[in-house]
Nanobody, 124 residues
């Protein structure tokens, strides 16, 4: 059974940083594309970043490029999202998802599995 468990969310001031983690199990993590997707209150799902760790390729949404960094530790089966220079508009529930659909605003069925999400709130 595929399981994805996110952690690391919280409350941070504008300009601050957070690092999210996603512990993966039940599949060959190092051979899978992985993504971070977020959902702000009252809005649709928004793709944030993706990684093909087995070829070292990363992709970012324009809204986070230069501020967020996606990475993966295949030995620990863990996905990360380092978020710097956070803005109020980054406030959302952040989900770890297995796969990468290429859609900027995906639906849940475009990905193979989802975590439960972790809340990130950027506020002073």
């Amino acid at each position: 059974e595929v399981q994805l468990v996110e952690s690391g969310g919280g409350l941070v001031q504008p300009g601050g940083s957070l690092r999210l983690s996603c512990a993966a199990s039940g599949f060959t993590f190092g051979e899978s594309a992985m993504s971070w997707v977020r959902q702000a209150p009252g809005k649709r799902l928004e793709w944030v970043a993706a990684i093909y760790s087995y070829i070292g390729t990363t992709y970012y949404a324009d809204s986070v490029r230069g501020r967020f960094t996606i990475s993966a530790d295949n030995a620990k089966n863990t996905l990360y999202l380092q978020m710097n220079s956070l803005k109020s508009e980054d406030t959302a529930v952040y989900y770890c998802a297995k796969g990468y659909s290429g859609s900027d605003y995906p639906t849940r069925d475009e990905y193979d599995a989802w975590g439960q999400g972790t809340q990130v709130t950027v506020s002073s």
